[in-house]
């Protein structure tokens, strides 16, 4: 009878043993299927493509070497359709500004992985720019202005100022800005917008305020031509850009993207300067980093389908 117990219990454990093994050997095939054979970088136009291209690769290569996965870059032709490749899965991770993060959101498990640091900050000011010999000196004297806007998704090239405009009155919540300025257009880029307005092709544009000032501002213009140029207004509180993620990736390929990015920007942060010019990040709460997106798209009256362009 002692012999049939401890038969018994042997059989016990060795079927709890098989059965741990089966279901550790399931959930590892699932964990693998699960796991991408790639991941696409797409970062969102701001200056000449061909430029961004080149720099993102250096790092998309860096990111290649740590994650042990493929990864290529994408440089989609406009803000909208940086949204569309994140949506469609066309790509995986993105560099966006807030207001193409929060279209994605809506239509696509969206994650925010990293914020920019910028100046000590993780938000910073919009600008418009006119000529430096421009007779505009207030808001006010824009009235009737050739605009110039950056993208109709663009947090500091439209939405922002929009907002602003709204706010002081000048646009009712909902109305078109092509009421207040005489004739409007996008450019489609900072440096487009600024060499618009440098050419005489339009008399303001909105843009980010690193795009004039500061050590990386060569990145859309010349020193020479900026100097040309001249800030007319500033709006504070624009989101700095932010790495996202799909969610649907694996949780520890994501824990492990957000920790290589991380590592890359306090010891390579060049590789990050190059491609935009902001070398530093943190980890951010979502919600907090894009509320006053949120707030001037609520102001504005703005929605995702008069918004992608």
């Given at each position: 009878?002692?012999?049939?117990?401890?038969?018994?219990?042997?059989?016990?454990?060795?079927?709890?043993?098989?059965?741990?093994?089966?279901?550790?050997?399931?959930?590892?095939?699932?964990?693998?299927?699960?796991?991408?054979?790639?991941?696409?970088?797409?970062?969102?136009?701001?200056?000449?493509?061909?430029q961004v291209q080149e720099k993102a690769e250096n790092l998309a290569a860096i990111l290649s070497d740590?994650?042990?996965?493929?990864?290529?870059?994408?440089?989609?032709?406009?803000?909208?359709?940086?949204?569309?490749?994140?949506?469609?899965?066309?790509?995986?991770?993105?560099?966006?500004?807030?207001?193409?993060?929060?279209?994605?959101?809506?239509?696509?498990?969206?994650?925010?992985?990293?914020a920019e640091v910028r100046d000590e900050r993780t938000e910073y000011d919009s600008i418009f720019v006119v000529a430096k010999d421009s007779p505009y000196e207030t808001i006010e004297d824009l009235r009737g202005a050739r605009m110039m806007w950056t993208s109709a998704t663009s947090a500091s090239g439209y939405v922002f100022p929009y907002s602003r405009l709204v706010r002081e009155g000048y646009l009712d919540r909902g109305e078109d800005p092509a009421q207040f300025f005489g004739r409007i257009n996008y450019a489609g880029g900072y440096d487009r917008a600024l060499e618009a307005v440098l050419r005489g092709q339009a008399d303001v544009c909105a843009v980010s305020y690193y795009t004039m000032e500061g050590d990386r501002a060569d990145l859309?213009?010349?020193?020479e031509n900026r100097e040309q140029l001249r800030v007319l207004e500033r709006?504070?509180?624009?989101?700095?850009?932010?790495?996202?993620?799909?969610?649907?990736?694996?949780?520890?390929?994501?824990?492990?993207?957000?920790?290589?990015?991380?590592?890359?920007?306090?010891?390579?942060?060049?590789?990050?300067a190059d491609v935009y010019g902001a070398a530093s990040f943190k980890a951010v709460e979502e919600d907090e980093h894009v509320k006053m997106a949120v707030e001037a798209l609520e102001n504005t009256g703005l929605g995702a389908g008069r918004l992608v362009r």
């Open positions: 009878m002692s012999k049939f117990k401890h038969s018994r219990t042997a059989i016990i454990v060795v079927c709890v043993v098989v059965a741990a093994v089966l279901v550790a050997r399931v959930l590892t095939g699932q964990e693998a299927e699960q796991r991408p054979d790639r991941l696409v970088f797409a970062f969102q136009r701001q200056a000449d493509p061909r740590e994650l042990g996965i493929p990864v290529e870059v994408l440089i989609p032709a406009s803000y909208g359709a940086s949204v569309q490749a994140v949506v469609s899965n066309r790509a995986q991770v993105a560099y966006l500004s807030s207001i193409p993060f929060l279209l994605a959101r809506e239509e696509a498990p969206v994650e925010l992985l990293l859309y213009m010349s020193e709006t504070p509180g624009v989101p700095t850009h932010l790495l996202s993620v799909r969610s649907d990736l694996p949780e520890d390929l994501r824990e492990d993207l957000r920790r290589v990015l991380l590592e890359i920007s306090e010891e390579q942060p060049e590789l990050f």
